[in-house]
């Protein structure tokens, strides 16, 4: 896995090769993690060292995983008395967490929201929501007012503040979590970004013209919504 991100454009259209040298990878250098650390962070054909951050990446969405699993069936015996119900919503929120670590890596790496995740996602969204008995309209509120927040900032500046990707993820954010749920992740998306980048101002790292992938933490803020929106609402003393 590791490995596809030298290339994520090429990999998505064939079998994952190191960016490098382009040669293809077998199967047993792809495995998250364990392989990284074999190989020591190199390409096992080229010897490349890869960045730090893609181990980090890989361990970040194991996490991630883990604390899903453990949100919906919890860590015991649980889930041998889980429902079908219970089934359904957690293999939705595990395919958008995989959307979101998708389109988390395209961002930091790419700097790009590729149409061919996020539309697919908007769509499967929708659908799948509705099957689920979400609010019709709630979704379509969610999708139009933080879509529309992104489309407004993107025709304002005339695309120098954002790119389309941003107002394509903003729509699929409100198609997931609905209006509530999209406005939270918003919120949630400017407060982390806001704290990484004054760290990283402060200690040099970056300066005023630094340009932040935002679409990273739109997805880090749309899965943290998914699985706790609700407690953290219910939390907020107005």
């Not at 040298?21 to 390409?43: D, N, Y």
């Not at 604390?67 to 889930?79: A, D, K, R, T």
């Not at 697919?120 to 019709?136: E, H, T």
């Not at 993820?169 to 704290?195: C, N």
Request: aromatic share 12%.
């Amino acid at each position: 896995m590791w490995a596809e991100r030298g290339s994520l454009k090429k990999a998505a259209k064939g079998r994952s090769h190191c960016g490098n040298c382009t040669m293809t990878l077998p199967g047993h250098h792809l495995v998250p993690i364990l392989s990284w650390l074999g190989l020591r962070g190199k390409c096992g054909h080229c010897k490349r060292c890869l960045p730090f951050t893609y181990l980090l990446f890989e361990a970040g969405l194991g996490f991630a995983l883990v604390l899903l699993w453990g949100h919906h069936f919890g860590f015991g015996l649980e889930v041998l008395e889980a429902s079908p119900l219970a089934w359904s919503l957690f293999l939705r929120n595990l395919f958008f967490t995989l959307v979101f670590a998708l389109l988390f890596a395209y961002d930091l790496f790419h700097k790009l929201l590729p149409d061919r995740i996020t539309i697919p996602a908007i769509l499967a969204a929708f659908i799948w929501n509705l099957a689920l008995g979400v609010s019709p309209r709630d979704l379509a509120l969610g999708a139009i007012i933080v879509g529309g927040f992104f489309a407004l900032q993107f025709m304002i500046s005339r695309g120098r503040w954002i790119g389309g990707g941003d107002i394509r993820m903003g729509i699929l954010l409100g198609a997931r979590l609905g209006l509530v749920g999209g406005i939270e992740s918003l919120f949630l998306a400017y407060i982390l970004g806001a704290s990484v980048a004054i760290v990283m101002l402060l200690s040099g790292v970056a300066t005023r013209k630094t340009m932040i992938p935002f679409g990273t933490f739109l997805a880090v803020a749309g899965y943290v919504v998914l699985l706790w929106g609700e407690e953290i609402l219910s939390r907020i003393t107005f």
